[in-house]
């Protein structure tokens, strides 16, 4: 089932449960969906990769948002942004651990052909797509720039 199918059946789930919080987060996802497939130039469905791109970077916005809030003391919009990004990663693969992203950075440095630092770049094209989602963009730069300075 596509992401927007079942974020819709969610939706109507959250309304019957009247879970107000995970309303709030599935109608965002669902707005960020409309705005993607409604953009000049775009025809047909959203690809399995935009939709993670798309969940990604609405979890990647609860978590600034509540970095903010926690610096800020504000608790009550700070666990309203975890509850919502809480929804959303349900939607999201299964984060990798720090073994498994290392190792995944290790197998793309060998396919790569990366000797040092200077290759940062090529390392973190190839990481980015391949770990889309699966783990967090500083992370997986964190630690392609480790394993590089070796």
Same mark, same amino acid.
Request: net charge neutral; aromatic share 2%.
């Given at each position: 089932?596509?992401?927007?199918?079942?974020?819709?059946?969610?939706?109507?789930?959250?309304?019957?449960?009247?879970?107000?919080?995970?309303?709030?987060?599935?109608?965002?996802?669902?707005? =960020?969906? =409309?705005?993607?497939?409604?953009?000049?130039?775009?025809?047909?469905?959203?690809?399995?990769?935009?939709?993670?791109?798309?969940?990604?970077?609405?979890?990647?916005?609860?978590?600034?948002?509540?970095?903010?809030?926690?610096?800020?003391?504000?608790?009550?919009?700070?666990?309203?942004?975890?509850?919502?990004?809480?929804?959303?990663? @349900?939607?999201?693969?299964?984060?990798?651990?720090? @073994?498994?992203?290392?190792?995944?950075?290790?197998?793309?440095?060998?396919?790569?052909?990366?000797?040092?630092?200077?290759?940062?770049?090529?390392?973190?094209?190839?990481?980015?797509?391949?770990?889309?989602?699966?783990?967090?963009?500083?992370?997986?730069?964190?630690?392609?720039?480790? =394993?590089?300075?070796?």
């Amino acid at each position: 089932m596509a992401l927007k199918q079942r974020i819709e059946t969610e939706i109507k789930s959250a309304m019957i449960a009247k879970d107000k919080v995970r309303l709030t987060a599935l109608r965002a996802v669902k707005s =960020l969906i =409309l705005l993607e497939e409604t953009k000049e130039g775009f025809s047909g469905a959203l690809t399995e990769e935009e939709e993670l791109k798309l969940l990604t970077k609405a979890a990647k916005q609860r978590k600034d948002s509540a970095e903010i809030y926690e610096k800020q003391n504000r608790v009550d919009l700070l666990e309203v942004e975890l509850a919502e990004l809480a929804v959303i990663q @349900e939607f999201l693969p299964k984060a990798l651990s720090e @073994e498994e992203l290392t190792q995944a950075i290790q197998e793309i440095i060998v396919r790569v052909g990366a000797t040092g630092p200077q290759d940062m770049g090529k390392v973190m094209g190839m990481a980015s797509k391949e770990l889309a989602g699966k783990a967090d963009g500083k992370a997986i730069a964190d630690r392609v720039k480790t =394993l590089l300075a070796k």
